[in-house]
């Protein structure tokens, strides 16, 4: 990644400090259903824009709305792409637009705040497909859905809602991921320690964070699988009753078998892929993790024993993708998502961090350095609103691939619009 030509690097360097445009505050509404598809997180924040040009977020309010049985049904049937219509999809989209405009009312609510006063929704929709050429590692296309003028028109002062962020990115040949990487470079930086920002939601990604005084890009990419394998297979086991392994108390009965997950590793040539990369249930998928079952039923594995090697393969796949990509230079690593609230699976990446760093490797939570764990991805999807109506760059080129920044997101016009022609 640092070894791209003079003219891309100064390209990267001028795109993710190029937020010159004047303003004071603006409250704006995040959404976000990751990978997991278990809820809408939504997050109310106000941003300002300082003297110095820096970007200041306060979070005013964030709850998680989990999606109601029929839509999460419609969800993960989209994804298994069995029996489907292009009917399904268009219904599909407008549904879910529905419930995202009022999980949008909901946060506002929450906070205390009139409807009028909200400037923007920033809304990434659910993750159909993301479509990678395993062949060249190209994203040829994307597709996220929740129809954009659906949330725009159920809020009932008509907000302007921003949307289909990743879109523009991939146009540019980029991958259209990790788009934390914009919040973490512009929020994150520390004055002089490097930090890796982890997301472990059902897919990992990652930002490395040079400090602020030395003028050297970020890295961002998917590590692979976070819940995503998890979370199957807690809800296989346990007939739904349960949708994830709460505190990791299930795999913590098992032990990883070193042999089912040295198959596991040799299966999957992501891990091995350099940089800009990104992944999906496209390629982790309930099928892949059906295939690894059946090797661990034949090699005599409980339930827990394959759990806790599941949980080895997420981080093992985190700590060895730092070790390549990292150039060594690492001091803290900062976890959020679903992930970072299990114990099991935070030990066992400290376990491997230390393991391939040959020294202490702390991870800490997001709310050590002052952001919400779990509302982390809204509000980056907040921040993205904000920079798409202010005309700001809201890509990082030397993060995702792309040939240069661009402005990312859709705009449905509410009635506030005219808010943003002043």
């Not at 998928?285 to 339930?303: P, V």
């Not at 609103?385 to 760059?393: E, I, N």
């Amino acid at each position: 990644l640092h070894r791209v030509d003079r003219r891309q690097r100064q390209m990267c360097i001028r795109d993710r400090v190029s937020t010159q445009s004047t303003g004071t505050t603006m409250l704006v509404v995040g959404l976000m259903s990751g990978t997991s598809a278990d809820g809408i997180d939504a997050a109310l924040i106000k941003i300002t824009q300082q003297q110095d040009q820096t970007l200041k977020i306060e979070q005013q309010s964030f709850i998680t709305v989990p999606w109601q049985e029929e839509h999460r049904n419609i969800i993960f049937k989209l994804f298994s792409k069995k029996d489907l219509s292009a009917r399904d999809f268009c219904v599909a989209n407008f549904e879910l637009g529905k419930a995202f405009g009022l999980a949008a009312l909901e946060v506002i609510k929450s906070a205390g705040v009139k409807t009028e006063e909200v400037e923007a929704i920033g809304c990434h929709g659910q993750t159909i497909w993301h479509d990678v050429d395993p062949a060249t590692n190209h994203v040829t296309s994307t597709l996220q859905i929740g129809e954009s003028a659906v949330i725009a028109e159920l809020t009932v002062r008509g907000i302007t809602c921003v949307s289909d962020f990743r879109v523009a990115d991939v146009a540019t040949q980029g991958h259209g991921a990790p788009l934390t990487s914009v919040f973490d470079w512009l929020i994150l930086r520390d004055e002089k320690y490097f930090r890796a920002i982890q997301n472990i939601g059902g897919i990992g990604n990652v930002t490395f964070l040079p400090p602020k005084n030395l003028n050297q890009d970020p890295i961002a990419f998917d590590t692979g699988p976070g819940n995503v394998f998890l979370d199957w297979f807690v809800t296989k086991i346990t007939d739904g009753k349960q949708t994830y392994d709460q505190d990791g108390l299930l795999a913590r009965q098992g032990k990883p078998n070193p042999d089912l997950l040295m198959t596991m590793w040799n299966d999957v040539p992501y891990f091995e892929i350099q940089p800009p990369k990104t992944t999906g249930r496209e390629q982790f998928n309930e099928k892949l993790g059906e295939a690894w079952y059946q090797k661990a039923i034949q090699m005599g594995l409980s339930n827990y024993d394959f759990l806790a090697t599941l949980v080895d393969l997420t981080a093992i796949s985190i700590a060895r993708s730092y070790l390549k990509w990292s150039l060594g230079l690492l001091d803290q690593v900062i976890v959020g998502g679903g992930g970072s609230r299990n114990p099991y699976l935070i030990i066992r990446l400290e376990y491997h961090l230390n393991l391939v760093f040959g020294k202490p490797i702390r991870v800490y939570t997001h709310e050590v350095i002052g952001i919400d764990s779990d509302a982390k991805e809204a509000l980056v999807f907040g921040l993205l609103a904000y920079l798409r109506l202010k005309g700001m760059v809201g890509n990082v080129p030397c993060c995702t691939g792309a040939k240069g920044g661009r402005v990312l997101g859709k705009i449905s016009l509410g009635k506030n619009h005219y808010n943003h022609g002043k």
